[in-house]
């Protein structure tokens, strides 16, 4: 594939990223289809399939019906001979109804076959908050998914990152989850034009410190690169590491940046019990016990039922003013707590990330 260069470059927002990598993508693999609920609807998946029906056609662009089992059953029979499939569910709790598809065929196939069948399918899903959706439209789903051998599990947190893991998500011989948070959707970055592929296992110091590093996934990453820099300005030095996968996790890239600062936060949009936060902690302290200056943190939603309610929802979800607020208990300064709280004082609700944000849809 061509090399990337400056004039290659150009600013898209997250969701054009995602709509030019699976345009690319088809156009390089003709069996290539895209299925799922609301795909050739005006509002397009958050605009993301937006004319994909118009240049390819009924054939590989479609709608399917409310029957999410039967559909991944049919996705999974046309991957196994031969037909790419990329089916997309506008909310990860809807992948729930297909969950013995999911697992017990698309991730096993490869193996009870001994390698002699391969499940290209892609499963995107999209995962956010926001609008009162509450219980069954806002759940972080990924740990779920990241504890069944034979799935790959990506959540990219930039725009290049959704292009380019897309079609290397795509190009993959075997089924991949990927998620995406709503909420950055919005969020631009600099996208190279040709056609390329992010490696979906590796993960990306995206900033560079000396006194904790702090580890995270999709909308959680931009959240402490945000909390990043109002901690520099009180004088802590974070190292941001996006994950970009959560299987397979890069533990090497983790233990590095660990052994530079000594101190890891680990952060995640999901529960508590059971989630990957653990599961990186657990890691961490079975191989590099000893780097570690004091224990490591976990921030995480709590372990409870995703509220309605904004006012409710408002202390429930963890945000940059949260994590940089808990880096410095970590590290007992306590004492410029109040500058991180002036710092990010707004009028503006929480449960939206800016005025141009719109929703639910």
């Not at 990329?86 to 013995?100: G, S």
């Not at 948070?181 to 110091?205: C, T, Y």
Request: hydrophobic share 40%; charged share 20%; with cysteine.
């Amino acid at each position: 594939m061509p090399k990337n260069s400056e004039n290659n470059l150009r600013t898209l927002t997250f969701a054009e990223a995602i709509r030019e990598g699976i345009d690319q993508a088809m156009g390089d693999d003709d069996s290539l289809v895209v299925i799922g609920e609301g795909v050739p609807d005006p509002k397009s998946i958050f605009l993301t399939t937006e004319g994909l029906q118009d240049k390819y056609g009924v054939e590989r662009v479609f709608d399917m019906p409310l029957s999410e089992n039967g559909m991944t059953g049919v996705c999974i029979g046309a991957a196994l001979n031969g037909t790419s499939v990329l089916m997309i569910h506008q909310r990860i709790d809807f992948a729930l109804l297909a969950m013995d598809q999911i697992i017990n065929n698309a991730a096993k196939w490869h193996y009870m076959f001994n390698g002699q069948a391969s499940v290209p399918l892609v499963i995107r899903v999209i995962v956010g908050r926001g609008w009162g959706q509450g219980p069954q439209h806002s759940q972080n789903l990924q740990a779920l998914f990241a504890h069944i051998p034979g799935l790959k599990v990506v959540t990219p947190a930039t725009a290049k990152d959704a292009k380019g893991m897309m079609i290397a998500a795509l190009k993959d011989k075997n089924p991949v989850i990927f998620i995406e948070h709503r909420w950055l959707h919005h969020v631009e970055d600099n996208v190279p034009k040709v056609m390329f592929l992010s490696e979906l296992g590796k993960a990306q110091i995206l900033r560079r410190g000396s006194d904790v590093t702090i580890v995270a996934n999709s909308l959680m990453t931009i959240e402490s690169l945000k909390a990043s820099e109002v901690l520099s300005a009180v004088g802590i030095d974070a190292e941001v590491v996006d994950l970009r996968a959560i299987r397979p996790l890069d533990l090497d890239t983790i233990m590095k940046s660990i052994s530079k600062t000594r101190n890891l936060v680990v952060v995640d949009s999901s529960w508590k019990t059971g989630g990957i936060s653990g599961e990186i902690i657990s890691s961490v302290v079975e191989v590099g016990f000893d780097l570690l200056e004091r224990a490591p943190l976990r921030i995480t939603s709590p372990d409870h039922v995703v509220p309605t309610t904004h006012y409710l929802a408002d202390y429930y979800y963890q945000d940059a003013e949260q994590i940089a607020i808990q880096v410095l208990y970590m590290l007992g300064q306590k004492s410029k707590i109040d500058i991180v709280r002036e710092y990010f004082a707004t009028s503006n609700p929480k449960d939206v990330p800016d005025r141009d944000f719109h929703g639910p849809f």
